[in-house]
């Protein structure tokens, strides 16, 4: 199997990362499914496209875009759309691998795809973003569709992005198609629940994961990074469930309280202030020693790459929920796996945000909307479901949570791949 490598001396990359995790379970997949394995490192389609755009002092600029689609065997692509000044082709292709073993782990009847732009949302207008997200979305107006791949909200992206897109991709149709997107305003197709879902499901899977480790989550301490709309509602259900947030990271630095941080006052005092520090009752907690706070869970929900090897030394907590995709290094999940800590992979404790999309999909096909409480009730049952196959497939073969979420997804997209044959 191909092993393609960032240079000599470079640290690993998100698709290096990826690689890893293959190679890792593929010498327990079944005899039958072998001969497909070099499938999954292989993406079906990768588009770069220029999205050149009129600024609002009349001149111009150009951005680069791409979107992914990973594997489609298992049915359309689902994925997000990141604007960040960092994304890559390679870590396109290595969210949209990501998304397609987590579709799978889940059961949802979907491939994985992935989107990003390499932008500064925050150094633009409003009415700059909305020509770059239009332009974007005309660019790769052929690639996605409602039975085609359907891009979903993601780090620099939101529900009005997402309308946008709806609404330029309708109007290239001729015709309103609303599942082309999911995470859409209620009042466009959106579903509710589809906000806090990421986190929703993080909690659940941690609940459960805490419960076969032995503790309860109600009293346990927990340190997130990421503020986002996954980490701040992480934490806030976290609270509900009776948890105690002991550290907070995001990008404007660290806070502490071993007292416990009241989510609702970090998030009021984060939107007046923009940063984490100075929050009442929180004391500022340097960058690394973030990752040292003493806790039970740790949930990283930034981006990916964030918890390596020297981080992984320091931890001082019992389970790493991965909120984020791709958070810990191949590197790390050694050291962790060495120390006993026990890591919950992102294709498993954060799919609650596509099975969210999932339902919009489900919903804008047949127009008829549910309750946001019958929303949260089938999210907790498909993660729940996906989490007792995980944790029962690691408990009988001895094996870590990431390689049974990984045997899992792998080996039904594979039997879909190997099933369908090649065409022609």
Known sequence: MPTARTPQGAGPDAWDTYLAQVQGVAPLLPKSLQPYIETLVRPKHSLAV???IRLDDGGYAHFEGYRVQHNLSRGPGKGGLR?????????????AAWMTVKNAVVGLPYGGAKGGVRVDPGRISVAELERLTRRYASEIGAMIGPDRDIPAPDVGTNEQVMAWIMDTYSMNQGRTVLGVVTGKPVAMGGTLGRSDATGRGVVAIAQRAAQKAGFDLAGARVAIQGFGNVGEAAARLFGQRGAKIVAVQDHTGSVHAGGGIDPAALRRHKRESGRLEGAPGCAPLGAEEFWQVPCEIVVPAALEGQLGEARARRLACRMVVEGANGPTTPAADAVLAERGIT???DVLANAGGVTASYFEWVQDFSSYFWREEDVNVNLERIM???FRAVW??????RIALRI????IGCSRVLEAHATRGLYP
């Open 404 to 407: 049974a979420a990984y045997l």
């Open 50 to 52: 220029d999205v050149p």
């Open 392 to 397: 029962d497939l690691a408990a009988e073969r």
């Open 83 to 95: 604007y960040h000044p960092d994304v890559t082709l390679r870590e396109v292709q290595a969210l």
């Open 343 to 345: 890591v919950v992979p």
């Open 384 to 386: 729940g479901e996906a």
